[in-house]
């Protein structure tokens, strides 16, 4: 039975049909237009925030706003709603400037402008609506993700994406362009920091709130010379980090779900991550994130997985009767996992280059940090 996604009333009854014991909330803008409120209505254990906490991802500006409310170390910020008022706030930010259009944007609503005129193109191609106009913060990126019950916060793993659609960090932002498992430069003492600092305070604001927060809570942090800073939330698992992270969970993962949707989490052993490395490239169909090319044929993919360690999830796919074939921006997720970070990547970059999908492209320096890392590591 098919049912829109976004229809409260109709998942609902589908979970109550099915007799539910747990519903999963994926994508973003369910969670924002309220199915996890209609699902608890009917009864149902719901990993996902209410439509309230949801709008952590859901609004930019109410982030912001709740940042300042409750001490927790953000970028500096103007809310605007107009064009006009946008170009103004400009000036009190200096270049390069971050321009947020102020709702879900799958991932690609930011611009961050290195020079005044592509601020006012972001500012332009916004036009009247809704946004924040925000300092531009120095430092290393890096997602941090926390499973919360309402109450209860812990830790879960740490990633970090590659948002741009070129090389070495370059070009438009996209939805993201590939990410990695954990992330080593959010050190245990930073993890900690941003735990104490960032997501803990913004738990206990939602629950003074009376709209409490239960999921999965993922904080995009700058790592600045002043410590972790929050850049935004996800209140998801969101791609690619999510298929970076997963493979490392070890343990019945649907009962760490259920105790979060259940308001367990402080009864359970706490969630356990193999050491391994996991390595998630994005293969994506040309024009992406602009207009991506449809159709394509998609052959080998059988050839990816015999590489030890990989899986390829399907993003923007349809099997038709000639085969399968790319109907979507980011079109697969190759994922290797290893003992050592250069041999999880090695082995992702492997697995793509079996797959015959000639409309496709990626990025071929996902990881790029750690290389350089590694090189300077070896150095005399």
């Not at 709209?211 to 800073?229: D, I, N, Q, R």
């Not at 994506?284 to 015999?306: H, L, M, W």
Request: hydrophobic share 45%; charged share 20%.
């Amino acid at each position: 039975m098919a049912v829109d996604p976004c229809d409260a009333r109709a998942v609902a009854d589908l979970a109550r049909e099915r007799s539910a014991g747990l519903v999963v909330i994926g994508p973003e803008a369910p969670l924002v237009a309220g199915v996890g409120d209609a699902l608890r209505e009917a009864g149902c254990a719901v990993f996902g925030p209410n439509a309230a906490a949801a709008q952590l991802e859901g609004s930019k500006g109410f982030t912001k706003d709740l940042c300042g409310a409750n001490g927790i170390p953000t970028a500096g910020y103007v809310r605007v709603h107009t064009a006009a008022a946008a170009r103004h706030a400009l000036g009190q930010f200096g270049i390069p400037v971050v321009i947020k259009a102020d709702g879900l944007a799958a991932g690609k609503g930011v611009t961050v402008a290195m020079s005044r005129d592509e601020a006012e193109a972001a500012i332009a191609a916004a036009g009247d609506g809704p946004m924040v106009i925000e300092e531009f913060l120095e430092g290393e990126e890096a997602s941090l993700f926390a499973l919360v019950d309402g109450e209860t916060a812990i830790p879960l793993a740490s990633a970090q994406d590659h948002k741009r659609v070129g090389e070495g960090d370059t070009g438009p932002n996209t939805g993201g362009m590939g990410a990695y498992s954990p992330a080593p430069v959010l050190t245990p003492q930073l993890e900690q920091q941003a735990m104490d600092e960032i997501v803990r305070p913004t738990v206990r604001a939602l629950a003074a709130a009376r709209t409490p927060f239960s999921g999965v809570l993922y904080a995009g942090l700058m790592l600045t010379s002043e410590g972790p800073k929050l850049i935004e939330y996800n209140v998801r698992f969101g791609d690619p980090e999510c298929e970076a992270i997963m493979p490392r969970i070890e343990g019945d993962f649907a009962e760490l779900l259920h105790a979060v949707a259940t308001g367990r989490l402080a009864q359970i052993e706490p969630p356990q991550l193999s050491n391994d490395y996991a390595v998630t490239v994005i293969v994506a169909a040309r024009g992406y994130p602009g207009t991506p090319a449809s159709g394509g044929s998609i052959r080998a993919i059988e050839a990816a997985e015999q590489v030890p360690g990989v899986t390829v999830s399907h993003a923007g796919t349809e099997l038709t009767p000639d085969g399968l074939v790319a109907k979507g921006g980011r079109v697969l997720a190759i994922t290797a996992t290893a003992a050592s970070f250069a041999n999880a990547r090695a082995r992702a970059y492997r697995a793509v280059d079996q797959i015959d999908f000639s409309d496709g492209f990626c990025r071929t320096d996902i990881g790029w940090r750690e290389l350089q890392r590694a090189e300077l590591a070896a150095s005399p």
